[in-house]
């Protein structure tokens, strides 16, 4: 069925059931975040009559306009009466943002029964409910509830986001701000009462805005779906999955060892390897190799890794974890060693790492690239910006090697702050995913090499 | 000869929960998988349990057979590497004493004896059916190992030959068929064999829940599962 979350993403009418102008409820953060979406945009509360500059409408019923996507954010116990004055006015699509359901015990759970009925009796779709629910740079579409003075957004660019957790939603949303990464959407989905882990897959792997896809999961909805799916998008773009509550235990009497070592985890394990999608073991993984994925387009298809510094311990280190990622670290072959032995001083260091030393120039590693990185799979590049022999002009000298050779380069450029925060944006905005440690550059790449081989195989 | 269907239905029909050790082989033995040549005898038949030694030939290990034990080494049911009549009707006598001090409400229902095999790096291959998931195939290193460095991944069912691939390749017992040395010890074929019987029986059989073979021994040519586990869906 093509096109289900099409209607939540790409709405031409939205109306938010609750709009307020009390800055602690939810309704007054989504109807500022609806001021940045392109379509209309109708708040509903029977208590006002305008809302920060909008009309309000006392009901649903009241609104002069077709309604693609309602946003319900109501208190639980409103929820399930309202659902039948939205059908009364032909609403399809709604996003509940209340919480309060199965996440808040017994009655909750019953509300949420009863409210998956009607939803399925009257051919609506539901994304939530305690749901942030969707974000499209594409429109401006944001209906999440927190305010953009507290939570930046990412600027457009190609990942989206799945996400069973709001808070999660959230604070990855702000990583992206932070490191640069242009995101396409987000959704998050919540208590996943209909629209689940699996929809949101096969809508992002048609979708033409976005190019690769990081996810955070507890859980399935369905687990042969979810596998179907996650291959499925794979063989299009790069999926990148953390999977979060690895360790429960079951309750079933653990009889077997094959049992013991299952928990679910296992069995996550092998879904994400058999997909094609590669694990991310955290937060700050995901977040690295989400950008390594959405950033870079070249594919990195061996072992045989280029270290290129102007510092030697930041090499030592990315060497010690390029080991540890099963890269190697061949010496440049004698041909193009012997042509940088006479571009470059005598004390620059022509092994594996290329050390071209605190007195090393931009054009150093533009001559290093262009002659060494033909010969190898990827290539991980240090700049200390401290040394004064470099300027702000090597990023686009790196970038230019990189996209010559058509090989994956990682950059790490210290810890992005104040000068060296420009030089990262520049990177970012060239195709060069950037790090503030080598071993998280090297670990980026090491994602990179999976998801290759694994297409290989395809 | 007794099918596996009819192993299985009898077993649910005594309402047992998991299937004894030799109807757990019988089933593996009937998807291809190898298994040390063995015998069941009575518990208190002396005379069936020497003849049946004498027909394996030395050296034995022998294990109490019993509804009531699941985990048989710590119930202290198996005695290996028995080497003569004398020490073999000891190691009975020893077993039913162990047995009877640490699970006394065990009813022990046969004794089994199987040959001896040489010794080898110990795989475990196992399945289990998920709720979530469905049956699926787990691989890594077995025997004591097993828990100690929990090195095992699971594959989802179905898989093709190249997953199951990825699948050893996971692991560290996936070490083992690596050449080293440029040389190659130990040989992939049947250990894949052996995942792709546990997959069978996993598949053509609803009634199992888990299925665990542990140790499979590897050898140079060839891998054999020394000991079998099958549990049944309540």
Same mark, same amino acid.
């Given at each position: 069925?093509? +096109?289900? #979350?099409?209607?939540?993403?790409?709405?031409?009418?939205?109306?938010?059931?609750?709009?307020?102008?009390?800055?602690?409820?939810?309704? &007054?953060?989504?109807?500022?975040?609806?001021?940045?979406?392109?379509?209309?945009?109708?708040?509903?509360? $029977?208590?006002?009559?305008?809302?920060?500059?909008?009309?309000?409408?006392?009901?649903?019923?009241?609104? $002069? /306009?077709?309604?693609?996507?309602?946003?319900?954010?109501?208190?639980?116990?409103?929820?399930?009466?309202?659902?039948?004055?939205?059908?009364?006015?032909?609403?399809?699509?709604?996003?509940?943002?209340?919480?309060?359901?199965?996440?808040?015990?017994?009655?909750?759970?019953?509300?949420?029964?009863?409210?998956?009925?009607?939803?399925?009796?009257?051919?609506?779709?539901?994304?939530? $409910?305690?749901?942030?629910?969707?974000?499209?740079?594409?429109?401006?579409?944001?209906?999440?509830?927190?305010?953009?003075?507290?939570?930046?957004?990412? !600027? *457009?660019?190609?990942?989206?986001?799945?996400?069973?957790?709001?808070?999660?939603? !959230?604070? #990855?949303?702000? /990583?992206?701000?932070?490191?640069?990464? +242009? #995101? *396409?959407?987000?959704?998050?989905?919540?208590?996943?009462?209909?629209?689940?882990?699996?929809? @949101?897959?096969?809508?992002?792997?048609?979708?033409?805005?976005?190019?690769?896809?990081?996810?955070?999961?507890?859980? !399935?909805?369905?687990?042969?779906?979810?596998?179907?799916?996650?291959?499925?998008?794979?063989?299009?773009?790069?999926?990148?999955?953390?999977?979060?509550?690895?360790?429960?235990?079951?309750?079933?009497?653990?009889?077997?060892?094959?049992?013991?070592?299952?928990?679910?985890?296992?069995?996550?394990?092998?879904?994400?390897?058999?997909?094609?999608?590669?694990? *991310?073991?955290?937060?700050?993984?995901?977040?690295?190799?989400?950008?390594?994925?959405?950033?870079?387009?070249?594919? @990195?298809?061996?072992?045989?890794?280029?270290?290129?510094?102007?510092?030697?311990?930041?090499?030592?280190?990315?060497?010690?974890?390029?080991?540890?990622? +099963?890269?190697?670290?061949?010496?440049?072959?004698?041909?193009?060693?012997?042509?940088?032995?006479?571009?470059?001083?005598?004390?620059?260091?022509?092994?594996?790492?290329?050390?071209?030393?605190?007195?090393?120039?931009?054009?150093?590693?533009?001559? *290093?690239?262009?002659?060494?990185?033909?010969?190898?799979?990827?290539?991980?590049?240090?700049?200390?910006?401290?040394?004064?022999?470099?300027?702000?002009?090597?990023?686009? #000298?790196?970038?230019?090697?990189?996209?010559?050779?058509?090989?994956?380069?990682?950059? @790490?450029?210290?810890?992005?702050? +104040?000068?060296? &925060?420009?030089?990262?944006?520049?990177?970012?905005?060239?195709?060069?995913?950037?790090?503030?440690?080598?071993? &998280?550059?090297?670990?980026?790449?090491?994602?990179?090499?999976?998801?290759?081989?694994?297409?290989?195989?395809? | 000869?007794?099918?596996?269907?009819?192993?299985?239905?009898?077993?649910?029909?005594?309402?047992?929960?998991?299937?004894?050790?030799?109807?757990?082989?019988?089933?593996?033995?009937?998807?291809?998988?190898?298994?040390?040549?063995?015998?069941?005898?009575?518990? %208190?038949?002396?005379?069936?349990?020497?003849?049946?030694?004498?027909?394996?030939?030395?050296?034995?290990?022998?294990?109490?057979?019993?509804?009531?034990?699941?985990?048989? =080494?710590?119930?202290?049911?198996?005695?290996?590497?028995?080497? %003569?009549?004398? =020490?073999?009707?000891?190691?009975?006598?020893?077993?039913? %004493?162990?047995?009877?001090?640490?699970?006394?409400?065990?009813?022990?229902?046969?004794?089994?004896?199987?040959?001896?095999?040489?010794?080898?790096?110990?795989?475990?291959?196992?399945?289990?059916?998920?709720?979530?998931?469905?049956?699926?195939?787990?691989?890594?290193?077995?025997?004591?190992? =097993?828990? =100690?460095?929990?090195?095992?991944?699971?594959?989802?069912?179905?898989?093709?030959?190249?997953?199951?691939?990825?699948?050893?390749?996971?692991?560290?017992?996936?070490?083992?068929?690596?050449?080293?040395?440029?040389?190659?010890?130990?040989?992939?074929?049947?250990?894949?064999?052996?995942?792709?019987?546990?997959?069978?029986?996993?598949?053509?059989?609803?009634?199992?829940?888990?299925?665990?073979? %542990?140790?499979?021994?590897?050898?140079?040519?060839?891998?054999?599962?020394?000991?079998?586990?099958?549990?049944?869906?309540?």
């Amino acid at each position: 069925m093509p +096109g289900i #979350l099409d209607e939540f993403f790409y709405p031409s009418t939205v109306a938010l059931i609750g709009a307020t102008d009390k800055q602690t409820k939810p309704g &007054r953060a989504i109807l500022e975040n609806l001021a940045h979406f392109n379509g209309a945009v109708y708040p509903v509360n $029977p208590k006002h009559g305008t809302l920060l500059g909008h009309r309000c409408y006392a009901s649903i019923a009241e609104v $002069p /306009a077709e309604i693609d996507l309602a946003i319900v954010a109501l208190p639980a116990t409103l929820v399930e009466h309202e659902l039948d004055a939205l059908r009364a006015k032909g609403v399809r699509r709604l996003i509940i943002i209340s919480s309060g359901f199965s996440e808040a015990g017994v009655a909750g759970a019953g509300m949420q029964g009863r409210i998956a009925g009607k939803i399925k009796e009257y051919g609506m779709r539901l994304i939530g $409910p305690n749901a942030l629910g969707v974000y499209n740079t594409d429109n401006g579409l944001d209906s999440f509830f927190v305010s953009r003075e507290r939570v930046s957004r990412p !600027v *457009a660019g190609r990942l989206s986001i799945i996400s069973q957790s709001g808070a999660i939603t !959230v604070i #990855l949303m702000e /990583a992206l701000a932070r490191d640069g990464i +242009g #995101l *396409a959407k987000a959704v998050n989905y919540g208590n996943r009462l209909d629209v689940d882990d699996a929809d @949101c897959l096969d809508y992002f792997a048609d979708d033409p805005r976005t190019g690769a896809v990081a996810m955070y999961m507890e859980s !399935v909805a369905d687990g042969k779906r979810f596998l179907h799916a996650a291959k499925n998008i794979t063989v299009k773009k790069p999926l990148v999955v953390w999977k979060a509550g690895k360790f429960e235990t079951g309750a079933a009497a653990v009889a077997s060892h094959t049992a013991t070592l299952a928990g679910r985890y296992g069995l996550y394990q092998a879904a994400i390897r058999q997909s094609g999608a590669v694990e *991310a073991y955290g937060f700050d993984h995901l977040v690295d190799t989400a950008k390594a994925v959405a950033i870079m387009n070249y594919p @990195c298809m061996g072992s045989r890794l280029l270290i290129v510094t102007n510092g030697g311990g930041m090499a030592v280190a990315a060497a010690d974890q390029a080991g540890m990622e +099963g890269f190697t670290l061949p010496h440049a072959p004698e041909s193009v060693r012997e042509k940088l032995g006479q571009a470059f001083p005598t004390y620059f260091v022509l092994n594996n790492p290329i050390d071209i030393t605190g007195s090393g120039k931009d054009e150093d590693y533009y001559t *290093a690239l262009k002659e060494a990185l033909p010969h190898y799979d990827a290539a991980i590049v240090i700049v200390l910006m401290g040394a004064t022999s470099v300027t702000e002009s090597v990023t686009e #000298l790196i970038a230019r090697a990189c996209h010559e050779a058509k090989k994956p380069v990682a950059c @790490c450029i210290l810890q992005g702050l +104040g000068y060296t &925060r420009e030089a990262m944006n520049v990177l970012l905005k060239l195709g060069i995913p950037v790090y503030p440690s080598p071993e &998280r550059a090297v670990r980026a790449l090491s994602a990179l090499r999976k998801i290759a081989c694994r297409n290989v195989k395809k | 000869m007794t099918t596996p269907h009819e192993i299985i239905q009898a077993a649910l029909k005594d309402g047992r929960k998991a299937l004894l050790e030799h109807e757990a082989k019988e089933l593996a033995r009937s998807v291809g998988i190898i298994v040390p040549k063995f015998e069941v005898v009575g518990p %208190n038949d002396e005379q069936a349990l020497l003849g049946a030694a004498e027909k394996l030939g030395y050296p034995i290990a022998v294990k109490a057979l019993s509804p009531d034990i699941l985990h048989k =080494t710590e119930a202290g049911a198996v005695m290996l590497d028995i080497k %003569n009549k004398t =020490t073999l009707v000891t190691a009975v006598k020893q077993i039913k %004493n162990t047995i009877s001090r640490r699970s006394p409400d065990a009813k022990v229902l046969y004794f089994l004896i199987e040959k001896m095999m040489p010794p080898g790096p110990e795989l475990l291959i196992g399945g289990l059916r998920d709720d979530q998931f469905g049956p699926a195939i787990a691989f890594g290193l077995g025997g004591i190992w =097993t828990e =100690t460095l929990k090195d095992a991944v699971f594959g989802i069912l179905p898989l093709s030959r190249g997953e199951m691939i990825d699948m050893i390749d996971e692991t560290r017992a996936g070490l083992f068929f690596k050449e080293f040395r440029g040389v190659q010890r130990l040989d992939r074929e049947p250990v894949l064999s052996v995942m792709q019987a546990v997959s069978r029986l996993l598949t053509e059989y609803q009634e199992i829940r888990e299925i665990d073979l %542990n140790p499979v021994r590897v050898y140079a040519r060839g891998a054999a599962a020394l000991d079998a586990r099958i549990l049944l869906k309540a």
